[in-house]
């Protein structure tokens, strides 16, 4: 934070504590509380939905008025080392004004963007606030915690926080957000189809915008690969950035087998509650017959065209089209369904589903899909492309 004195104050907050103002300016505004308890609005200045950051000033304080008293700490200028003690501040569920001590254990390893782990807890009313040293420098910026573990905790690194706040003084104040919004998520989006596409960039020297704060490329792998599936090859991802698991269903009183491998690719951003962008997954099912009669097989998981690859995010995209027709891969036949609907708010985003179905054996059926949120249309289809050209 800086505080303008009768100018006004600039606040660090998370986007996503802001999101809805941002994409709904028209049904909310900002107001914020000093600890004299007098209620100041703001605006929005700058945001990035990549690490989770914005801006807001309030507004200048009248000169008949006291100015709301702000805590204002000092960015700390060089990295912190790992092990050090850091506190973090916040107001969680609004109890309190708390201070939650911890360590910093060094980058998260699993993340396509950089993030502090911090061994310390945050809760809900903390997003957004300071975690500071020991000298009462900000380190990192509070984000999210891990509700399956304890003390699993993350933070915004300072410098990204830096580098918005300088952005957000030299900008100027704007009434409408969504285009910024729709370009960052483009950006995002075409970043994560260069790492699972890396042999194709490279093979037409195409250039990729890295967005800042990128992890290291040994700690963010990801990209596509083969693994077998009860005996048969299927696509799947690899990388530091995915992860991948695989169930079995047999036994005497099962008339059939039944064997599943799913796959996700953890790089999915914040855009609103009811809108996350960006992230990949892929299933495969694979049915083998015993005993059941040709109908009872041929009946088992039967859905629809595209069906249930649309669960999540319904008003904020448009119906889906679908289109679907016969393809030979190398060993078998499969009826292959893609079905696209658009973002409303964002131009350019889409969400692609794929679903491959083998038709070509009445003992044995493999179905195979891919699910794509928030890709442009030409990124979606190399994406598809890629992993239809690994079924067998």
Request: proline fraction near 4%.
């Amino acid at each position: 934070m800086r505080d303008d004195g009768a100018q006004g104050a600039w606040v660090l907050t998370n986007y996503h504590v802001v999101s809805a103002l941002a994409i709904h300016p028209e049904k909310y505004r900002i107001e914020l509380r000093g600890t004299n308890e007098r209620k100041v609005r703001a605006q929005l200045m700058a945001v990035d939905v990549i690490h989770d950051l914005a801006v807001l000033r309030t507004e200048a304080t009248p000169a008949e008025a006291t100015p709301a008293p702000w805590n204002v700490f000092a960015l700390r200028d060089t990295a912190i080392v790992q092990g050090s003690k850091v506190f973090a501040m916040g107001n969680p569920l609004e109890l309190g004004f708390v201070i939650s001590e911890g360590i910093y254990n060094g980058p998260v390893e699993s993340r396509i963007y950089e993030q502090m782990l911090f061994s310390g807890s945050l809760n809900s009313g903390m997003s957004g606030g300071p975690a500071i040293d020991e000298a009462g420098r900000v380190v990192g910026v509070n984000v999210a915690t891990r509700r399956d573990g304890e003390q699993l905790s993350f933070l915004v690194p300072v410098r990204y926080a830096r580098e918005l706040l300088e952005r957000a003084w030299t900008g100027k104040p704007r009434k409408e957000w969504r285009t910024e919004i729709g370009r960052q998520l483009l950006i995002h989006q075409d970043f994560v189809s260069s790492k699972l596409l890396a042999d194709e960039k490279r093979a037409s020297a195409q250039p990729t915008a890295v967005p800042a704060g990128a992890a290291a490329p040994e700690r963010a792998r990801a990209g596509f690969a083969s693994q077998t599936l009860a005996g048969r090859p299927v696509p799947t991802l690899d990388g530091s950035l995915t992860r991948c698991w695989a169930r079995g269903l047999e036994g005497e009183k099962l008339r059939y087998q039944r064997d599943t491998l799913d796959c996700d690719l953890r790089a999915d951003l914040f855009v609103s509650d009811r809108l996350f962008t960006g992230s990949l997954s892929l299933q495969h099912t694979l049915l083998r017959n015993d005993t059941l009669a040709l109908p009872q097989f041929l009946n088992l998981g039967q859905g629809g065209l595209g069906s249930g690859a649309f669960r999540f995010g319904r008003g904020e995209l448009t119906p889906a089209e679908c289109r679907d027709n016969y393809v030979s891969a190398a060993k078998h036949v499969y009826r292959v369904a893609v079905c696209v609907r658009a973002y409303r708010k964002f131009e350019g985003l889409y969400d692609y589903t794929v679903q491959a179905t083998q038709v070509d054996n009445a003992r044995e059926r493999q179905s195979s899909n891919l699910r794509l949120q928030g890709f442009s249309f030409e990124n979606a289809q190399r994406l598809a492309r890629q992993f239809l050209e690994r079924l067998q």
